[in-house]
Antibody, heavy 119, light 107 residues
């Protein structure tokens, strides 16, 4: 069974940094593009960032461009999201999800990791 | 950016009802649309891709239709397990965007 397990969330002060990880298992991680999607408390889904299977192409929502960096290590089957200059509005549950192609639909999702930005 | 607008935002229905949720795109997205179901505290689950293709393992009471800017998700006979929030998502172009969600509640 495909598993995506996020980690690295927590409580952080505004302006600080956090790095999220997503460990993948039971599918050929290196063959799939990946995404980060977040959900603020009581709100809907918001796509944050995507990365191609090789890592050579990356995409970002305007709300995080210049502050967040997506990356992957295919040798470790792991996806990352480096989040800098965090703001209160970045508070959300962050899910990783695989991408059927590149910039398509998301078949497999992790349960998410909570990020809270507060002083 | 392509804006996705879902309606209604909340829907009250009974077991056995036929339910339809609508999703409108701000510009044509051909058939590049997916539907997801999300229950509280859980990750979203893919139901439909390319507007009308049923994901493997999803009950046949779910169906999707539409193209261009108008899409719909229909549940032919609502079951207790179907009370959840549903989201559409366009994948015509980056940034990928979701609709605001439709919460299906028990009437």
């Amino acid at each position: 069974e495909v598993q995506l397990l996020e980690s690295g969330g927590g409580l952080v002060q505004p302006g600080r940094s956090l790095r999220l990880s997503c460990a993948a298992s039971e599918f050929k991680f290196s063959s799939y593009a990946m995404n980060w999607v977040r959900q603020a408390p009581g709100k809907g889904l918001e796509w944050v960032s995507g990365i191609s299977d090789s890592g050579g192409r990356t995409y970002y929502a305007d709300s995080v461009k210049g502050r967040f960096t997506i990356s992957r290590d295919n040798s470790k089957n792991t996806l990352y999201l480096q989040m800098n200059s965090l703001r209160a509005e970045d508070t959300a549950f962050y899910h990783c999800a695989n991408d059927y192609g590149l910039g398509t639909y998301m078949r497999y999702w992790g349960q998410g990791t909570q990020v809270t930005v507060s002083s | 950016d392509i804006q996705m607008t879902q309606s209604p935002s909340t829907l009250s229905a009974s077991v056995g009802d036929r339910v339809t949720i609508t999703c409108r795109a701000s510009q044509s997205i051909s058939s590049w649309l997916a539907w997801y179901q999300q229950k509280p505290g859980k990750a979203p689950k893919l139901l439909i891709y390319k507007a009308s293709n049923l994901e493997s393992g999803v009950p046949s009471r779910f169906s999707g239709s539409g193209s261009g800017t108008e899409f719909s998700l229909t549940i032919s006979s609502l079951q207790p397990d179907d009370f959840a929030t549903y989201y559409c998502q366009q994948y015509d172009s980056y940034p990928l965007t979701f609709g605001g969600g439709t919460k299906v509640e028990i009437k």
